[in-house]
């Protein structure tokens, strides 16, 4: 950001108050927007403390176009885990592994459950599929993919400073898009009461009874889509990897939507209550009373940001789901009782979750700029979302959104919505993505420029993607830290913290992704020449991140 006065970006930030306790906080850890209401900083009290002078252990890298992980002095990566890694007698690991989320097994910090989303393939990786016409594609090819996206569950154990993968048969699983799982809903939907696997996990969250909601987000490249706007008969748009040939039976209003998963068994439902859409994440609030709130958005150009309050404490299936208008500060109801328009255009509450987007461009919600992930400061309690890009209007490097809730109620159904961080040279980034804090409350980004546009034109200054630091306190308060470098075409994806903060559990995905054949690879990462592009999980640590957590 430009450089200004210390305290300035902390009263933006409203770190200059009275600290906000962390309990709430469950989610794991642009050029502007034209869409905000008010790009304004608030104003807060600038007579409070001051804060403590500090060096700060993390020094910036410059950007690069190296085919493996580049990290800051004092920080260094392992691969836990890769692409067709064995985890038990049955199962492998899956591909392109997105959202991460460790959960301690009896409460010990070193060692728990890694839970991790594989959101689609490649398939000159996968099948081995090179034609155009994908009417050409086999059941076996297909079914090939269909293993390859879902879920894992792996258990991982710390030794001595090193993150190892427990070969354990009864707790390492494989979640799959032939997995049968339910419907957590009173009605069937599209004529089923269960769904055939889930895929296209993105983004995700964790539940305060530590289950991981795993979020179904381009779920159209599988099965394509149902269009509602003939007047006449519905019709069905074909998918990008056409498995609608083979499994005619699986409808598109089976995927798209929000799976809580319970790691220890690996029993899954499918969230009907949080609508349908390309979820990106689902960033979960606990209330003093118990009940929820779930922050998700739509990553889609001019797509909207919902939240889910609950009416019942620990529901995720009774309540109402919201739609922002970030022009007016309002959330809009999306509850079929409370809606005339909603009553004139949908059968009932279940069509206005399965037809989620045009109920919320029925009811005026602002388009944004490819909402993805969500989390709240641990501190102030504000909701920050990052929107990504929206080429078609010009926004080529996105932006952080910051949500203040009225009076810092999370069930309030109003809000201001500014400006956190713009993407552009003068901060160093572009495109973000996932977002994470760490047990100190600084926060932590990564970048998502698409493997065609890596170092080209507006692109060309960031190098491949990253990883970025935003300390929210001392000298260098809302300074953007770039800390790390993905390998080629590859994006870092689910940032999440172990509870001490000294180890950063990530996601490589998709290195190579622009190769043209296995003859003519973009990338050899992680395993170097000779060998094809791995997705894998990598965790980070080291002296500098030991620092950064032991600071006062």
């Known amino acids: 950001m430009k450089k200004q006065d210390r305290r300035s970006f902390l009263q933006f930030l409203g770190r200059t108050g009275i600290l906000v306790g962390t309990s709430g906080v469950l989610g794991a850890l642009s050029s502007c927007n034209e869409n905000s209401n008010n790009t304004t900083p608030p104003t807060t009290d600038s007579t409070s403390t001051s804060l403590p002078k500090m060096d700060f252990p993390l020094k910036a890298i410059q950007a690069t176009m190296e ?32 959202y991460l989320a460790f959960i301690p097994l009896k409460d010990n910090p070193n060692e728990g459950l890694l839970w991790s989303n594989h959101e689609y393939i490649q398939e000159l990786f996968i099948s081995g599929f090179t034609e155009d016409d994908r009417s050409k594609k086999t059941k076996e090819q297909v079914e090939k993919e269909m293993y390859a996206v879902g879920g894992s569950i792996i258990h991982i154990k710390n030794n001595n400073g090193t993150w190892e ?20 809903w009173d009605e069937p939907i599209a004529g089923a009461t269960e769904a055939m696997g889930t895929l296209a996990g993105c983004a995700g969250g964790v539940t305060p009874w530590g289950t991981v909601l795993s979020c179904e987000e381009n779920y159209d490249m599988f099965y394509g889509e149902t269009d509602h706007t003939s007047p006449v008969e519905t019709v069905h748009e074909n998918s990008y990897y056409g498995w609608e040939k083979h499994y005619p039976q699986n ?34 609030f606990e209330l003093p009373d118990k009940r929820l709130v779930v922050y998700t958005g739509d990553d889609k150009n ?46 009932n509450q279940t069509e206005v979750l399965i037809r989620l987007r045009e109920a919320a461009k029925l009811l005026g919600a602002t388009p944004l700029n490819r909402p993805e992930d969500i989390e709240i400061d641990p501190e102030t309690g504000n909701v920050l979302v990052a929107l990504t890009n929206n080429k078609p209007k010009g926004d080529y490097l996105g932006q952080i959104l910051k ?8 069930t309030s159904l109003t809000f201001k919505a500014s400006t956190f961080l713009a993407g552009g040279p003068e901060h160093g980034f572009a495109c973000p993505d996932n977002l994470a804090f760490d047990q100190k409350g600084n926060l932590w980004f ?24 935003v300390p929210m306190s001392g000298d260098q308060a809302g300074e953007v830290i770039q800390v790390g470098s993905a390998p080629k075409d590859a994006e870092f994806t689910g940032p999440y913290f172990s509870p001490d903060g000294k180890t950063l559990f990530l996601s490589v995905q998709h290195p190579g992704e622009q190769s043209k054949s296995l003859d003519a690879l973009t990338s050899t990462w992680p395993d170097g020449e000779g060998n094809n592009p791995k997705p894998s999980v990598v965790a980070i640590s080291g002296e500098a991140l030991t620092k950064l957590m032991d600071l006062g």
Request: hydrophobic share 30%.
């Open 446 to 469: 990564t970048s998502d420029i698409s493997g065609s546009s890596i170092g080209k034109n507006q692109y060309e200054a960031y190098g491949n993607n990253g990883l970025f630091l």
């Open 165 to 184: 993968l427990v070969q354990d048969n009864e707790l390492n699983r494989r979640i799959t898009a032939k997995t049968m799982i339910p419907f957590d």
């Open 403 to 410: 949500i203040e809730e009225t009076n810092n109620d999370k």
């Open 67 to 98: 085919d493996d992980i580049i990290l800051s002095e004092g920080l260094q990566y392992q691969v836990i885990v890769r692409w067709g890694d064995s985890i038990s007698e049955a199962d492998q690991f899956g591909f392109n592994n997105d």
């Open 302 to 347: 001019d797509e909207h940001l919902y939240k889910f309050i609950s009416s019942e404490p620990g529901s995720l299936r009774n309540g109402t789901l919201y739609v922002a208008n970030t022009e007016k500060g309002e959330w809009v109801s999306l509850k079929y009782e409370e809606q005339e328009i909603l009553q004139k255009n949908f059968k």
């Open 251 to 284: 409808k598109p209003e089976h995927y798209g939507w929000v799976v809580e998963v319970k790691l220890e068994t690996g029993e899954a439902k499918k969230l009907v209550a949080l609508g349908r859409c390309a979820h990106e994440c689902a960033t979960v």
